[in-house]
């Protein structure tokens, strides 16, 4: 119990925030232990129902948020509290001055729903309001749960016509998920939610193929609240109860206990010393932490920490150190088995098992490393760097074979989804694998219990602004499915692009990057999914059904690559500049600018931009996957095109990593590096001769470097 004193925070606000996480992790631990328990037979319906089990989550995550948010430096006003601000007249306007025609507001409903506007809106103008607003926001929160949960059984029968108290429960939960969401991951997803809201209300205001039928706002709100699984607590927010909760609990539980350390001695065991053992190990630690978390920023910080003192003691660069670690620290977001939200969103989108999705993400994953390690082997040559090794306190060796078993859990995780268990049992198993694993090494045996709850804490912690993005993504497909929007906009991709799969693969690209400045990953993937999937998927169809598949290979073929392709460009935005969170976690730790961190990024492992656009170009691009092609031709065929895909596309991407470094065995002269920048492209695109000639011709300059 001193440990758990000295663990929590000294303000009431402080512990109240602990105590909230922790009861947040433990009543999702507590579902998968439910159906096993007496209360099982009871029908308990926060623990029995789908739906009020997400609406629970949800109370938490804004409970949680909120208080976290409290302890938060106050936002500046800036442009975007602005536009925040002003988006969300137009829908309290509605709300407080409906017409004739909709569902009549009493005063006691408006007075209540100007109440939650105040909450969420009026702290991105007034600033000094934000600390006030966060703790009335909590008292506010449990209202609209427990109005569920009061009529939850009516309100599932009466969506299309909505009672007052429904609007104004509705308006107030949309209210306090925008708030939330604008105190921990600012304005761009909050404005976005509201332009949706009044694209539905003013759709026949918009030109061309964007003209629709406008939608009164007591319908959107009663859509929103009422419905199963097209509102706000649907399949999207039903992926952050479900899966993303379990992972956030098993990454926070490993930092409680002290193993992410063991984790990341692992990378540094395993490489030996050189001039490029820095970069080695950042790639190394990276994908190992991946393995656990699945988020790209706190990998990136944790790692960038780690790897600093060896960087400084080699002599790198500190940008090119810093760009190295954002990069990489990224590729949590593909690593099997956590992977990331999208991921899960993909398997309740899609029907597919996650087991599926870590296949296909292989590949991805495996060539994003290369990237890393490729250009930093070429600019630690180039550089002239110094000899630096990792201090572990034992023989390399010997610290592998005494420490491997921190990698069980892991093994777990994927041995139970092959043999068909639910995720969140396999995740929350692993959990406590962890913890039996660390209190039986005495080398790593924790003091007491207090940090088994600082885990919990922790973990809960790291879910909500994830799990707030993935509450907000809910809210904007929900609005989507309601207008009609995403076909509107497929085919008007179609005939943008002229039926040209290419391209239409190259401004859904464009589109998914330029979108992730703003946005998280996960609306990324929810919004380009929603709007370009079906016109991308219709056009890869084709292309593969004339190289001689069935329709029905092709038409698989192409939403499985169509999704991944959509799922790697959401990932790249959390590297991409301006807005590159990871890009942000290793300039705070190597003390660099941001934005330079952030093209620094782009530029050491350039070839990640280009290895998904050839995901779909073609049938054998699909091979990258590897899945698409397995499930769609014979094994014999399969396994050439996947040999081939790989060997052209990872000798593409050495060429490519030595153009950027401008080195291969000696130092390139700027049209040498061009010419080896474009051989390396070839050898992207799915052809077999283009592929062997820019091959043969790039060996040409490694060959006159040795000369």
Do not use: C
Request: charged share 10%; aromatic share 12%.
């Amino acid at each position: 119990m001193e440990l758990e004193a000295k663990a929590s925070p000294p303000t009431l606000i402080g512990r109240l925030t602990q105590a909230v996480l922790v009861l947040g992790a433990l009543y999702s631990l507590y579902l998968v232990l439910h159906p096993f328990t007496p209360l099982a037979r009871q029908e308990i319906p926060i623990l029995d129902i789908v739906q009020l089990q997400r609406s629970t989550h949800v109370l938490f995550l804004l409970l949680g948020g909120f208080l976290v948010a409290y302890t938060l430096p106050e936002r500046k006003r800036t442009l975007g509290a602005w536009v925040y601000f002003l988006f969300s007249l137009v829908l309290l306007y509605h709300f407080l001055f409906p017409p004739p025609t909709a569902t009549p507001l009493p005063g006691s409903v408006k007075a209540l729903g100007l109440l939650y506007w105040a909450v969420a809106v009026l702290p991105a103008l007034l600033p000094r309001l934000s600390r006030a607003a966060s703790l009335l926001a909590l008292p506010l929160a449990f209202l609209p749960t427990l109005y569920q949960l009061r009529h939850f059984e009516e309100l599932v029968y009466r969506a299309v016509l909505p009672e007052p108290w429904d609007v104004g429960m509705s308006f107030g939960l949309i209210m306090l998920v925008l708030g939330v969401v604008y105190r921990l991951l600012g304005p761009v997803m909050p404005v976005l939610i509201l332009f949706f809201f009044a694209y539905n209300l003013y759709a026949d205001r918009f030109p061309g193929a964007f003209q629709g039928t406008p939608q009164p706002l007591d319908f959107l709100l009663g859509k929103t609240f009422n419905e199963t699984e097209a509102g706000i607590y649907g399949l999207i927010t039903g992926v952050s109860a479900k899966y993303l909760v379990y992972f956030t609990l098993l990454s926070g539980m490993i930092a409680a206990l002290g193993l992410g350390k063991v984790v990341a001695n692992m990378a540094l065991a395993l490489v030996g010393k050189h001039p490029a053992t820095p970069g080695r190990v950042t790639g190394l630690a990276s994908v190992f932490m991946g393995m656990f978390s699945g988020s790209g920023a706190a990998d990136t910080q944790f790692v960038a920490a780690l790897t600093k003192p060896l960087y400084e003691r080699a002599g790198y660069d500190r940008l090119i150190a810093a760009g190295l670690v954002a990069t990489a620290g990224t590729i949590a977001l593909i690593t099997p088995p956590v992977l990331g939200s999208i991921a899960f969103i993909m398997v309740e989108v899609l029907q597919i098992s996650l087991l599926k999705i870590i296949v296909m993400a292989i590949g991805p994953a495996l060539l994003y490393l290369t990237t890393v390690l490729a250009f930093n082997e070429f600019y630690a040559r180039k550089a002239g760097l110094q000899a630096v090794a990792p201090e572990l306190g034992m023989s390399r060796q010997a610290y592998v074979l005494r420490y491997s078993f921190i990698f069980l859990p892991i093994l777990l995780i994927v041995a139970m989804l092959y043999l068909g268990y639910e995720v969140r049992t396999a995740a929350s198993l692993a959990l406590v694998l962890f913890v039996v694993l660390a209190y039986l090494d005495p080398t790593l045996r924790p003091k007491g219990l207090g940090p088994i709850f600082q885990g919990l804490a922790e973990g809960f912690r790291t879910l909500l602004p994830i799990g707030a993005a993935v509450t907000a993504a809910n809210l904007i497909f929900a609005n989507m499915v309601i207008s009609g929007l995403p076909s509107k906009f497929s085919q008007l991709l179609q005939q943008v692009s002229g039926e040209s799969l290419l391209l239409a693969t190259l401004i859904t690209a464009v589109f998914s990057l330029v979108l992730g400045m703003g946005v998280p990953p996960t609306a990324t993937y929810v919004l380009t999914s929603a709007l370009t999937a079906p016109a991308i998927i219709g056009l890869a169809a084709k292309n593969f059904a004339a190289e001689g598949l069935s329709p029905e290979a092709a038409q698989q073929a192409a939403l499985l690559a169509t999704h991944m392709f959509l799922f790697y460009y959401a990932v790249l935005a959390d590297v991409t500049p301006p807005v590159a969170l990871s890009a942000y976690a290793a300039a705070s730790v190597f003390g660099t600018n941001p934005l330079q961190t952030g093209v620094y990024a782009a530029r050491v492992a350039l070839s990640k931009y280009l290895v998904g656009f050839f995901f779909l170009l073609a049938y054998s691009g699909t091979a990258l996957l590897i899945l698409p092609v397995l499930e769609t031709a014979p094994p014999e065929r399969a396994w050439s095109l996947i040999l081939w895909r790989f060997l052209s596309v990872t000798a593409g991407i050495v060429y490519l990593s030595a153009s950027g470094a401008g080195y291969t065995w000696r130092v390139l002269k700027r049209w040498e590096a061009w010419a080896l920048g474009v051989l390396a492209v070839l050898l992207f695109v799915p052809h077999l001769y283009l592929n062997l000639a820019a091959f043969l011709l790039g060996l040409l300059f490694f060959r006159r470097g040795r000369a």
